[in-house]
């Protein structure tokens, strides 16, 4: 009987032009170094790009400490005016001046309740990289401004443009 002869197939791997191409269209990676890190001393400076990731990374910070205060200082107000209700005093003058205590403290809370609002707004801002600009004109608030700030969300000019307007309609 003879001998089997095992044939082999020739077959040769052609890469196909369409991977090829895919290959060349290929945008390069980008590494992604992860969150942006800062000191607690860090300071931005007019020397850095305007609103570069470490500034927007101290605003942010700045931002989420003063509403973290504010809630606080508020929890703490409510706490304590709720103690204060079960102290009424049969004397007149007394009780007019617990409603006018309790009435300016709330309207402060009121106040500090707005206050957080725009600090939500201009966390939103940072998230949608709009913040730092002016609403109005898109040109840069600058950094002193929004040290004093955070919140701030328009240029000097156009925020005494927007008060000179909100003056005149309410003399309306």
């Not at 609002?117 to 002016?134: F, H, P, Q, V």
Request: aromatic share 6%; glycine share 2%.
């Amino acid at each position: 009987m003879p001998k089997a002869s095992k044939v082999k197939k020739k077959t040769s791997k052609v890469k196909s032009p369409a991977k090829s191409k895919v290959k060349s269209l290929a945008k390069p990676k980008i590494v992604d170094k992860g969150p942006i890190k800062i000191s607690k001393t860090y300071i931005p400076k007019e020397t850095e790009k305007y609103m570069c990731e470490k500034h927007k990374v101290f605003f942010r910070m700045k931002l989420q400490e003063w509403k973290k205060e504010l809630v606080k200082s508020n929890n703490e107000a409510l706490y304590n005016g709720s103690m204060d209700d079960n102290s009424i005093s049969a004397d007149i003058v007394d009780q007019a001046s617990s409603y006018t205590d309790k009435n300016v403290e709330m309207k402060a809370i009121n106040r500090q309740i707005k206050l957080i609002s725009e600090i939500d707004k201009a966390l939103a801002r940072i998230r949608e990289d709009t913040y730092g600009y002016c609403l109005d004109t898109a040109e840069p608030i600058g950094l002193k401004r929004l040290m004093a700030r955070p919140v701030a969300k328009y240029t000097i000019a156009a925020q005494e443009k927007h008060e000179k307007d909100e003056k005149v309609h309410a003399d309306d």
